[in-house]
């Protein structure tokens, strides 16, 4: 296992950031961390890191408890937090050797070429850190986090704050980074949790309120109930269509295109519309289970008074 967060609490002062939170992570696994502001994302990623102790609870990273084994821990973790702080002063190539020197990397020109390369840098290595665009600067930043060659890397929003094509660019960069490395990101972003992640963990307060297979979120979450999309050749007689056995709930979204709800209880309600339709000689132009998005799920778990 890569990461084992075992009832981690963390109050600061009066204010309790996180409540008892427990996972865990196995190697090689990219793991999307989501969850509204102040729902505690960069306060458990600070715990993961030791960068913060926890208030009660335990995590372990690579099998070594970390309130033991602090700085042995870092060499393994790779970490880029949400306000990514660099020397604006440093050139690039400068500010890697530094950190380089600051691991003891045996070969550091050999590993700081590699990384530059691998991060797409290659055109901006003779820049100043403070000269460079803020999707630059986040690469620098993934730079430094990976040169160490750690296991597992911990990025916080790695991509708020950049253009469309330099998100674009630094999810492609994770992805393939991702199938060597633990990976666990922070984000707001549903479609980046969709494009990079297998799996997602939702936290809300505190508190995990979801953890599941990324595919699978929105089944477990709306497992009461299910919405099959009809389109008919026409406007049909919905109290008629409603009384059949399995039917909850009719709503009409168009001229002929209607959402059918029906209990997730796993009886395929989909025959039953469709004998009814023989029935009534109505046709089926088009009939589909409707998959609810990681949005609709985020929402769900999270909204006010959740
Ligand atoms: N140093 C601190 N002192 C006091 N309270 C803090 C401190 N750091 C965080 N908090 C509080 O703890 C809670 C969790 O904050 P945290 O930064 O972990 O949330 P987050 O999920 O990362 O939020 P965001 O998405 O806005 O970055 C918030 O209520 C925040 O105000």
């Not at 700085?71 to 660099?86: A, C, F, Q, S």
Request: charged share 20%; aromatic share 6%.
């Amino acid at each position: 296992m890569s990461i084992q967060v075992k009832q981690v609490t963390k109050t600061y002062g009066i204010q309790k950031a996180l409540n008892e939170v427990s996972f865990n992570i196995p190697s090689g696994e990219v793991v999307g961390f989501l969850g509204p502001n102040g729902a505690g994302k960069s306060t458990m990623m600070k715990i993961i890191t030791g960068y913060l102790p926890p208030s009660a609870g335990e995590v372990e990273v690579c099998g070594m408890n970390i309130a033991d084994n602090t700085l042995d821990i870092r060499r393994k973790i790779g970490y880029l937090p949400e306000h990514n702080p660099l020397y604006s002063d440093m050139y690039v190539s400068e500010y890697l050797s530094m950190v380089a020197g600051i691991y003891h990397l045996p070969k550091p020109d050999a590993r700081i070429r590699e990384m530059i390369g691998l991060t797409g840098l290659t055109p901006e290595k003779h820049k100043k850190i403070g000269a460079l665009s803020k999707g630059y600067r986040q690469r620098v930043g993934l730079a430094q986090a990976l040169l160490p060659d750690p296991k597992v890397l911990i990025l916080d929003e790695p991509t708020t704050g950049l253009d469309p094509n330099q998100i674009v660019d630094v999810r492609e960069l994770i992805r393939n980074i991702g199938r060597e490395k633990t990976v666990m990101l922070s984000t707001h972003i549903m479609q980046e949790v969709q494009a990079i992640c297998q799996r997602v963990i939702i936290i809300n307060k505190g508190e995990i309120v979801a953890d599941n297979r990324s595919e699978q979120l929105s089944a477990s979450t709306f497992q009461n109930e299910e919405i099959i999309n009809v389109e008919f050749d026409a406007p049909i007689c919905t109290e008629s269509l409603s009384l059949q056995s399995g039917i909850t709930g009719i709503s009409q979204h168009g001229a002929a295109h209607y959402k059918i709800t029906a209990p997730g209880d796993g009886n395929d309600i989909r025959p039953v519309i469709f004998k009814w339709a023989v029935e009534n000689q109505r046709v089926i132009l088009e009939m589909n289970r409707e998959s609810r998005s990681l949005e609709e799920v985020f929402h769900a778990l999270t909204r006010s008074g959740s």
